[in-house]
């Protein structure tokens, strides 16, 4: 059974970090991509950033490109997303995907839609605010 967990969320100002940690078991972490995405109260799922299996080659959106970097750390089945300079417009749910569908080591196509993301957390809150 596949289990992923997100933490480290929780209330920052603006202006400041937090690293979010995800923890992927029941399949081979190495073997996939993984990415970020977030959810606000009456907005869409907006993909934040992916990583291929290797951690080699990542992809941002423009929100958070030079603000925010994923990486991984494939022996201790972990993904991360730090995030710097944080404003009130990046409060939201966070969550952590694996991706399953087509080549699902790498982050080829419309990843940012999430739909060749097959197993998901339950996200962890994060709210900026003063």
């Known amino acids: 059974q596949v289990q992923v967990v997100e933490s480290g969320g929780g209330l920052v100002q603006p202006g400041g970090s937090l690293r979010l940690s995800c923890t992927a078991s029941g399949l081979i972490f190495a073997e996939h991509a993984m990415g970020w995405f977030r959810q606000a109260p009456g907005k869409a799922r907006e993909g934040l950033s992916c990583v291929t299996w290797s951690g080699e080659n990542t992809d941002y959106a423009d929100s958070v490109k030079g603000r925010f970097t994923i990486s991984r750390d494939n022996a201790k089945n972990t993904l991360y997303l730090e995030m710097n300079s944080l404003k009130p417009e990046d409060t939201a749910m966070y969550y952590c995907?694996?991706?399953?569908?087509?080549?699902?080591?790498?982050?080829?196509?419309?990843w940012g839609d999430g739909d060749v993301f097959g197993y998901w957390g339950q996200g962890t809150q994060v709210t900026v605010s003063s």
């Open positions: 995907a694996v991706r399953t569908v087509g080549q699902y080591s790498f982050c080829y196509g419309s």
